[in-house]
């Protein structure tokens, strides 16, 4: 038995380059349970990280009572993260909502689900009356919904109510991945595949902290790590991680100066003619001018910008340019800071121009970090048109329109699709009235929390909350609707690296809580949204119809999901897409034969300048006739839009820990995660630490222009002059007599990359006081991982008898 | 050569589209991308003013009386809201085009005047300014329906 909180990645299974990666059975079941006990395993996959992780719900009695890993699945062979080992419990939690909610006077009061959207409908009608109509709603939703209930979702909401103004939580995690896909490659898609584990010499991680947050993608990188040849390993990265820990070479560059150490590397691995010209040659478009730019970044210069020694950034390029397959994950590290697209983009020209793509062991993931945020992408739930489609080209749009059998004119199309920050700032400004919100937590995760609660309070806005819980959101919702879960309904999700699972039913919800997509046709039907032909627009009634519609909607675009079926998804491993008649098993890697999505009639963007975010039309990205080819975009450094000044003098950055996920709505009801790290902490650095005469588990202040929160120290490996918030705590758990200030969101900027829109978490100005002795009790911290603590002392952390989860190498 | 005062055009509407991104910047705070972007363009404004001087300084030399109603006023100061917004960013398309356009005509009086160094400071600079002109378009695009169909 292995306690999988104090050992979060489990025992080792080396294995060497080419080697089939071994299977790990793990298992948990409650209690005293053991296999024997299990009436029914029903088939699922992680819904708590973006891994995708294929695992079966163990059911006794018609409750979830575990969960075992799937050993045929390509994704984890077996292994479960412990996210997924003990998180199920909050499906069972007593406080799940299991009635809808109304607003009156002032208060939420329980009614039934006639009541509920009778209430929603009735203010849609109201709302749709009248010129621009469409234009008071905006969605807001997620990436822990299913397939099937974004793509019913972007149809009501682009064919029904016609609207922009849809967008999900994707954009504070993937937006940067998908808008840095679709700049290189000209669609989002990741090229790479989990297998490019097995086969690669180097790995390059880019601002992931992937032990953490994508806890089997890391066993897989451990146990190549322990084999014959293992990989190289690059970390960039301002804290100390497990993963940096690990790294051969670590750069804890200075936040917000991706870029500047990008274009450096570049220039290195240049003027070593460590580059493929032919393939450079044949499959690139901008070579000259990324040389041109790049040469402004010699090792000194970017030692200093960075902070990093000048020999580190050449040793660093060394190992980039001296490795045959280099394998890059990119994550928040870049995605939430500074010149966010431009910078990730940085990784795909370093891939390009050394061809190191679309073979085994050459690969990138443009990370994700959510299970299903690939699927708020694809189908349209979000900033982008189904199918990855481009807005600015009226063939596609006409397609959809065929399609849907609706007027093209009713499908918004006149400019990008609105991005969450400007919904909620059209709702501030009082032309976005009616706001729904679907499985995401904003009062707790967007920026600047004090103006997102002052935006939901308003009298004027209806707020419709779709939830399991009643989150913060929802305490200030005027509808509250109750919805199932995973393990309470069926339908499928694609992980980072293509990888199509079925999740099926294991369980009834609790009460009268009502699966998402029953919840969004329940809307369409009492909308009575038509279709040209007067037949109602959205025909399924099932997941699998949705699931089919969807398949047509992606017929002939890079997602092609017409080869799948629900039944070729049961019994066996998840399957890749595109998967088609061209390739009935699906795709392990695209772009092996070098050809890009970029032709003007294929491609998913006309692109954009990555300083402005202007964007390019038709006819400009015509004239570069980029014919297959991929875009290699060069960019100058620019400083963070917030530095440290005297008031401010030190900088924020924000993130997880393995034990918890988002706002911990469901990590927090499990007693095994959350006692692993109940309460937030800041990490300090022991040199600013002493500086300020703060001793581990004291008291202390951060404060920004925008808010100030308390929390317990603890000094950790973190780069000097920064500090590191954990942005899961809220206040749901707290009591409302005594909530003191702790959401790291109160703290950071409203501010976003001018291309994929993703708010920048990672670069805030702060100042850091002692406020009260902690009396020599260590902060709520982890030990394990980035809270490591510097200082000896400090109790481990561990799960203890009732975190005891088995782990078998070789299968059951 | 009356060269020196196109110079000395282009240089005040550098330094008047300069000083009216800071202006409508700070008078839409609460888009913080347009606050953000402003502000970022108009440093970029400010080297290129700064890149003219000295050309405008030696041909003013040899340069005769400057002509009647050279100057263009296009900026008034800015405004609030959400129509204000989309107003004040058409104001600095305006004096983002004027900008555009006296490149253009700069970089062809560089070429008669065989000026080299001139030439390369148009070459490096026309571009950020169609780039500004493209940005503001997107914006403006971005927020016309929602401004003027859908706002009460």
């Known amino acids: 038995m292995v306690d999988r909180i104090a050992d979060p990645w489990g025992p080792r299974t080396p294995y060497g380059s080419g080697q089939e990666w071994p299977v790990r059975v793990d298992t948990f079941l409650d209690g005293d349970l053991n296999a024997e006990d299990v009436d029914r395993w029903v088939q699922s996959a992680s819904i708590l990280h973006s891994n995708g992780d294929a695992l079966d719900i163990a059911v006794r009695d018609g409750r979830i009572v575990g969960v075992r890993g799937r050993a045929v699945d390509r994704v984890n062979r077996g292994r479960v993260d412990p996210k997924d080992l003990y998180g199920w419990q909050a499906n069972n939690s007593p406080d799940r909502l299991t009635r809808p909610l109304v607003r009156e006077g002032g208060r939420l009061v329980e009614t039934d689900w006639d009541t509920a959207m009778g209430r929603i409908v009735a203010r849609s009608k109201e709302l749709l009356e009248g010129p621009g109509g469409w234009g008071h709603f905006g969605f807001y939703t997620s990436g822990q919904l299913f397939l099937e209930e974004y793509y019913t979702l972007g149809v009501i909401g682009k064919a029904g109510l016609g609207t922009p103004h849809m967008d999900g939580n994707t954009r504070l995690c993937t937006a940067t991945a998908a808008a840095a896909l679709k700049a290189t490659f000209g669609a989002d898609g990741q090229p790479g595949s989990y297998a490019d584990v097995d086969h690669c010499d180097a790995i390059a991680i880019w601002g992931h902290n992937v032990a953490e947050t994508q806890t089997v993608l890391w066993m897989r990188m451990l146990d190549r790590r322990r084999g014959p040849n293992p990989p190289a390993l690059l970390a960039v990265d301002p804290r100390s991680t497990a993963v940096t820990r690990e790294a051969d070479l670590h750069l804890p560059i200075r936040n917000g100066t991706n870029m500047a150490l990008l274009n450096g590397l570049l220039r290195e691995v240049i003027q070593h003619g460590w580059y493929d010209e032919a393939y450079v040659d044949a499959h690139t478009l901008g070579f000259d001018e990324l040389c041109r730019t790049v040469d402004g970044y010699p090792p000194e210069l970017v030692a200093d910008i960075c902070d990093i020694p000048a020999a580190d950034v050449r040793r660093a390029a060394e190992l980039l340019g001296g490795s045959q397959r280099l394998l890059s994950t990119v994550l928040q590290g870049f995605y939430q800071s500074n010149q966010a697209t431009a910078a990730s983009c940085q990784v795909n020209n370093l891939h390009l121009i050394r061809g190191m793509i679309g073979r085994p062991g050459a690969g990138i993931y443009q990370m994700n970090g959510q299970p299903t945020a690939q699927n708020t992408r694809e189908t349209g739930a979000d900033g982008d048109l189904p199918g990855l489609r481009n807005w600015d080209n009226p063939e596609h749009i006409a397609e959809l329109a065929r399609l849907w059998n609706v007027e093209p004119e009713v499908i918004p199309h006149w400019a990008p699709p609105t991005h969450a920050m400007q919904i909620f700032r059209y709702a501030e400004q009082g032309s976005v009235k009616l706001l729904w919100i679907s499985a995401t937590n904003p009062a707790v995760s967007l920026p600047d929390l004090s103006r997102i609660r002052r935006i939901l309070r308003q009298p004027e806005l209806f707020v419709v909350v779709q939830d399991l819980f009643l989150t913060e959101t929802a305490e200030l919702a005027d509808v509250v609707l109750p919805a199932a879960t995973w393990g309470e309904k069926t339908g499928t999700f694609t992980n980072v690296d293509r990888t199509v699972h079925l999740s099926e039913k294991a369980v009834d919800p609790p009460g009268e809580a009502r699966a998402d997509l029953d919840i969004f046709l329940d809307y369409a039907r009492r909308m009575d949204f038509r279709d040209l032909d007067g037949r109602p627009l959205v025909k399924w009634t099932t997941p699998e119809e949705a699931f089919e519609a969807w398949q047509e909607c992606s017929r002939g675009r890079p997602c092609d999901y017409t080869g799948l079926t629900y039944d070729r998804l049961r019994g066996g491993s998840g399957i890749q897409w595109p998967c088609n008649d061209a390739n009935p098993d699906g795709t392990e890697r695209l772009y092996a034969d070098a050809v890009f999505p970029t032709d003007p009639a294929v491609c998913e963007t006309y692109g954009q300048d990555l300083d402005t975010g202007a964007e390019f039309l038709a006819d400009e990205y015509r004239a570069k006739q980029p014919g297959g080819r991929a875009f290699l975009h060069a960019v100058e450094y620019r400083p963070s839009p917030e530095v440290p000044d005297e008031e401010h003098p030190m900088l924020l950055t924000t993130g997880r820990t393995v034990y918890q996920f988002h706002t911990r709505t469901k990590t927090g009801r499990a007693p095994q995660l959350n006692s692993a790290a109940p309460d937030v902490w800041v990490e300090l650095n022991p040199a600013d630490a002493g500086r300020l005469g703060i001793a581990e588990g004291d008291l202390v202040g951060i404060a920004s222009p925008r808010g100030a929160v308390q929390a317990r120290a603890r000094l950790s490996g973190i780069r000097p002059g920064v500090v590191f918030l954990p942005f899961h705590y809220g206040w749901f758990d707290q009591d409302p007599a005594d909530r003191t200030p702790r959401a790291a969101n109160e703290l950071t900027i409203t501010a976003w990359d001018p291309v994929s829109k993703q708010p920048l978490f990672k670069v805030a100005a702060v100042a850091v006081t002692r406020l009260a002795d902690g009396g020599g009790v260590p902060a709520p911290a982890p030990t394990v991982g980035g809270s490591a603590p510097a200082v000896a002392g400090v109790p481990a952390t561990v799960g203890g008898p009732a975190a005891e989860a088995n782990s078998r190498a070789g299968g059951e | ?152």
């Not at chain 2, 060269?3 to 550098?14: E, T």
């Not at chain 2, 409508?24 to 347009?34: K, N």
């Not at chain 2, 004096?95 to 062809?108: F, H, L, P, R, S």
């Open chain 2, 1 to 152: 050569m009356h060269l020196a005062h196109y110079l000395g055009l282009l240089h005040r509407a550098q330094v008047n589209l300069a000083d009216a991104l800071r202006q409508v910047g700070a008078s839409h705070r609460d888009e913080p991308d347009v606050f953000h972007l402003c502000h970022q363009q108009a440093e970029r404004c400010d080297e290129y003013a700064e890149l003219l001087q000295p050309f405008a300084a030696r041909y003013a030399e040899e340069a005769p009386a400057e002509p009647d109603r050279l100057h263009s006023n296009l900026f008034g100061g800015a405004r609030t809201g959400g129509i204000g917004l989309l107003r004040d960013l058409q104001d600095l398309y305006l004096m983002a085009a004027e900008c555009d356009i006296c490149w253009t005509v700069v970089g062809q009086a560089a070429y008669g005047a065989r000026d080299r160094d001139l030439l390369a400071v148009v070459q490096r600079c026309e571009g950020g300014t169609a780039m500004q002109l493209k940005w503001l378009r997107s914006r403006m695009k971005q927020a016309a329906p929602q401004a003027l169909v859908v706002a009460d």
